[in-house]
Every structure is written in C-alpha cells, then in structure tokens.
C-alpha cells in the first residue's frame, strides 16, 4: 500500500503564496508522475500540475506563470508553489501519485483546503 499525506494549505489573502507538500510512504514502485488536483465548490475535479518521470511539467493553463511543481525524489515528495493567488484558486488540493510501467495505479491523498480572500 502507498500512504499520500498532504500539508500546506490555509486561508490567504488574494496575492498571496502557500507551498502545498505531498510526502508518499509505503510501496513506492516506479513512480510514473506525481501531480496535483483541485476540487472547488460546486466544481469537478481537475488537473493543477503534473510531473512526470522524465521531469516535464504539464499545468492547467489557469495556473500558468503562477504555480510551480517540484518533486525532491529521495524524500518522495511533491510540491506546489502558489503565487498570486486568486479567490477562484479556493479549493481542496489533492495529491496524486500514479505508479507503475506498462499498467498503472492512482494513489490520492485525503486534500488539503486551500481559501483565497478577496
């Protein structure tokens, strides 16, 4: 099993930063990309930010110029970097690890609430 476990959110004020880690645990195998997710209120959930192995960065381009995912793989960790946030960033922050080679596996954290005030 593969345990995600996300921190870093809060409340900040629009035009503001907050860095979102996510540190995996457990039977970490081939690490195909880790990203991130967001799930605003009344909304489905999309794509923030994904990394794969090869180290490409793939952004929703609402967040373009304005977020930054990195990973530090000897501690199996992803991050997000958040500037200029913005009210309509207000969302929980999922963590997503997708393992494996020629099949594949998600693993999710449990979110983390991001609120941006205007």
């Known amino acids: 099993q593969v345990q995600l476990v996300e921190s870093g959110g809060g409340l900040v004020q629009a035009g503001g930063s907050l860095r979102l880690s996510c540190e995996a645990s457990?039977?970490?195998?081939?690490?195909?990309?880790m990203g991130w997710y967001r799930q605003g209120p009344g909304k489905q959930r999309e794509l923030v930010a994904a990394?794969?192995?090869?180290?490409?960065?793939n952004y929703a381009d609402a967040v373009k110029g304005r977020f930054t995912i990195s990973r530090d793989n000897a501690k199996n960790t992803v991050y997000l970097q958040m500037n200029s946030l913005a009210p309509e960033d207000t969302a929980v922050y999922y963590c997503?690890?997708?393992?494996?080679?020629?099949?594949?596996?998600?693993?999710w954290g449990k979110g983390t609430l991001v609120t941006v005030s205007s």
């Open positions: 990394l794969n192995s090869g180290g490409n960065a």
């Open positions: 457990g039977n970490i195998f081939s690490i195909y990309s």
């Open positions: 997503n690890f997708r393992l494996g080679s020629t099949w594949f596996k998600d693993y």
